[in-house]
């Protein structure tokens, strides 16, 4: 009998028992193997499955190519209706295979329960009993059956269960030795966290120095080499370990860092610096159990600190292999101008350490490393890339206006790219380029599907492709991005406001509001998520909360946020006070004579204060500045008021979906 289930997704249902696909009560036809390909992906949605499990579960026992499989792909998009600029139903995950990315629903087979009940109903049938033989009919010469004695009878039956017995001995045995086996044999690791390596210049005396952000900057390179097939914390959530350079503590126990993390084991790592030599210590601990599962030493001389990156990157990849992760460290391209490259390798470093603190002031300073990394080095594709995400995130923070810093982000990633293809960065760079300055969200989807498949760890790369999928309207694939981006890095704050700033998008307030709420357990003080909430409590009508909100995180960030100055003061003429919200506009204009501040931040108070003409102009120089917050306009609860104003309309067609 066939599957006792159906599945339902969006009008669509599959019933595996009768082979069929109904859509809004209509037979849709399709190919067996086209069938069987749907039916794979509905039992597992949301799982990659690869090409060589759908071409050897679907055409077992047949020499098929790929080409097969690619047939049945788009027959499966044909019948589903799927927009090729719109890819609802099936992700197709670059040179990898597909996922089935809409929310599936399974049922029960409601026939074949009926059919099992009926049959359970059934009175069973009387048994047949074989006929009574007449004795007379027996020949003659017959002879008699003698009755076996009692030692007869005891003896048969000992032989007749003895064979049973041997049998299920053997099989208890081999179970438990095999389950003997399973238990003794170590977990596979699956997820690892690097913690920061930290000074060790004399025995039973560590600390941090100025070499702290050199160090940190090593883990995040370590990083970088092991995350490409093993799940591996980014270097935002381990920052947290990192000891302090102002009073040499804030060390945590690797342990408990690894069950606050939640992952399989950590790796963690001294430094001790000579000036013959630099050695690095390192040791992996299974966190279950506290077990040291590894541990080696690395020297070399000072300025040959890629070398030693390099060397260590390589052996725990190697360890980390034989644990069953999988694991392998990416090559990186080597300075042509200078192989030991301590001057731009260095700089390149301490770009790193401050771009990893996502702060106005980091940003300035890591870009300015990277350049002068580049000036000593200009094939050094990795500065390149930092610089690239330099400007691209000074962008989105409204550090800079988007246009200011399209030219540099640009030519640094295209450099970066041209200089070493193989790298993930400089790809999402390119995508926040294309997403944020050029609003061209085809484009960057293509640049962060490719960054993706170079590296499926790196976190930025599902962070932005969430937001992008979220603006073309893609809901459904944008919550699956950052569900993955939120297992890459469970405790980042960032990330938990981005989930809810996605599924506010989406206009699923509810969930938003649950999601910033488990974000402020974790810090009451995060500024983004309190504004963030203050706009969920905005578009459910509550503008009394909705003020405290966003007042609260307009303290935190030091009254100098235009963007939370703008939705204040839009939620004050919401709430009947215009004379708070004029107070507000006028900060923004004065504040504008001397530091950048977006359009869109005025005009969200000249909405609120019912001047629709006047908000839309202020909207229209945001677009030609080129503001970030503009690309999701198509998708803005914040902006439906103004949906339907041929002025507004015309705007958002410089979007292009």
Request: with cysteine; charged share 20%; hydrophobic share 40%.
């Amino acid at each position: 009998m066939g599957s006792a289930v159906i599945y339902e997704f969006n009008g669509f249902r599959l019933d595996p028992a009768n082979r069929l696909l109904i859509r809004n009560g209509k037979e849709q036809p399709l190919p067996g193997r086209a069938f069987d390909v749907l039916l794979m992906l509905l039992q597992s949605p949301g799982d990659l499955l690869t090409k060589e499990e759908l071409l050897t579960q679907v055409w077992k026992g047949s020499f098929v190519e790929e080409s097969n499989l690619t047939v049945a792909i788009s027959t499966l998009r044909r019948a589903l209706d799927e927009d090729p600029h719109d890819r609802r139903y099936i992700h197709t995950v670059a040179r990898r295979g597909y996922r089935f990315v809409a929310d599936v629903q399974i049922l029960a087979n409601v026939r074949e329960k009926i059919q099992r009940s009926t049959t359970a109903n059934e009175e069973p049938a009387a048994p047949v009993l074989p006929p009574i033989e007449d004795a007379t009919l027996e020949p003659p010469s017959a002879p008699r059956q003698e009755l076996p004695t009692v030692s007869d009878a005891s003896t048969l039956k000992i032989h007749r269960w003895r064979l049973p017995t041997i049998v299920a001995g053997f099989l208890l045995t081999a179970l438990l030795i095999g389950f003997w086996l399973l238990l003794s044999r170590p977990k596979p690791i699956h997820s690892l966290a690097v913690l920061p390596l930290y000074v060790d210049n004399k025995a039973g005396e560590t600390g941090a120095s100025e070499d702290q952000v050199v160090l940190l900057a090593i883990t995040d390179g370590l990083i970088s080499r092991l995350d490409t097939e093993l799940v591996v914390r980014p270097t935002s959530a381990v920052l947290r370990y990192s000891p302090s350079l102002e009073t040499r503590t804030g060390f945590m126990d690797p342990l408990a860092a690894g069950h606050e993390q939640d992952v399989d084991a950590v790796l963690t790592g001294s430094v001790e610096n000579s000036s013959e030599q630099m050695t690095l210590k390192l040791r992996l601990l299974r966190v279950r159990d506290g077990k040291t599962l590894w541990q080696e030493s690395f020297a070399a001389r000072p300025n040959h600190i890629s070398q030693l990156e390099q060397d260590a990157g390589d052996a725990t990849a190697t360890v980390l292999h034989r644990f069953g992760a999988m694991a392998s460290p990416k090559k990186l391209v080597q300075s042509t101008s200078n192989h030991n490259d301590a001057p731009a390798y260095q700089l390149y470093l301490r770009g790193r350490y401050f771009w990893n603190l996502r702060t106005v002031d980091g940003l300035s300073k890591s870009a300015e490393y990277f350049k002068r990394a580049i000036a000593i080095d200009p094939n050094y594709a990795p500065a390149y890339a930092g610089l690239a995400d330099s400007y691209a995130l000074a962008a989105s923070l409204f550090v800079m206006p988007g246009k200011s810093a399209n030219v540099e982000a640009r030519s640094a990633a295209l450099s970066a790219i041209q200089l070493d293809p193989t790298l993930a960065e400089p790809h999402t760079s390119l995508g926040l380029i294309y997403l944020y300055i050029d609003w061209n969200l085809p484009a960057a989807e293509r640049e962060f599907e490719r960054s993706i498949q170079l590296n499926p760890n790196y976190v930025m790369a599902h962070y932005w492709y969430a937001l992008d999928l979220a603006a073309l309207g893609r809901f459904p694939q944008a919550m699956y991005e950052i569900h993955l981006t939120e297992k890459l890095d469970p405790l980042s704050l960032t990330v938990g406001t981005h989930a809810a700033t996605i599924e506010y998008l989406a206009k699923d307030y509810a969930g938003a509001k649950r999601d910033l709420q488990r974000v402020l357990e974790l810090d009451p003080n995060f500024a983004r998520a309190r504004a963030r909430l203050g706009m969920v409590e905005l578009a459910t009508g509550d503008n009394k909360a909705a003020i405290a909100e966003l007042t609260k995180a307009l303290e935190l960030c030091g009254d100098d946020d235009p963007w939370i100055e703008g939705l204040l003061g839009y939620a004050l003429a919401r709430s009947g006070n215009p004379d708070g919200a004029k107070h507000m506009l006028d900060q923004l204009r004065r504040r504008s004579t001397a530091h950048y501040v977006p359009s869109n931040s005025p005009g969200l108070v000249l909405l609120g204060l019912g001047r629709r003409q006047e908000a839309i102009a202020a909207f229209s120089e945001a677009v030609q500045d080129h503001s970030t917050t503009m690309v999701v306009a198509k998708v803005d609860p914040t902006l439906d008021s103004l949906r339907g104003d041929p002025a507004f309309e015309a705007l958002l067609t410089h979007i292009k979906h």
